[in-house]
Nanobody, 120 residues
Framework: QVQLVESGGGLVQSGGSLRLSCAASGFTFSSSVMSWYRQAPGKERELDGSITSTGGTTSYADAVKGRFTISRDNAKNTVYLEMNSLKPEDTAAYYC?????????????WGQGTQVTVSS
């Protein structure tokens, strides 16, 4: 079955960096668009950025542009989120998401999330 497992979260000071990983299995990873979302307590889940199936194109929310970088290794079925210049407002649970189009239907799968806490 489809599995997405995030790792790399933790506690970091403001201005610091973290690298999140999301290991995928159970589907054709190289055919999927991968995204990273965050959800802070009491807030809706929001998109930080996405990367196309080949990794050729990335897009980011304005709040993270220039600080966060999404990359992927299709040989390892893994997508990464490099987070630099972290701010306390980046504190949230971070989720990876796989979007696949199969027989004209869009399927979306989620990981369980990893917590990132940025102290001031």
């Amino acid at each position: 079955q489809v599995q997405l497992v995030e790792s790399g979260g933790g506690l970091v000071q403001s201005g610091g960096s973290l690298r999140l990983s999301c290991a995928a299995s159970g589907f054709t990873f190289s055919s999927s668009v991968m995204s990273w979302y965050r959800q802070a307590p009491g807030k809706e889940r929001e998109l930080d950025g996405s990367i196309t199936s080949t990794g050729g194109t990335t897009s980011y929310a304005d709040a993270v542009k220039g600080r966060f970088t999404i990359s992927r290794d299709n040989a390892k079925n893994t997508v990464y989120l490099e987070m630099n210049s972290l701010k306390p407002e980046d504190t949230a649970a971070y989720y990876c998401c796989a979007t696949l189009t199969l027989t004209s239907l869009i399927h979306r799968y989620w990981g369980q999330g990893t917590q990132v806490t940025v102290s001031s």
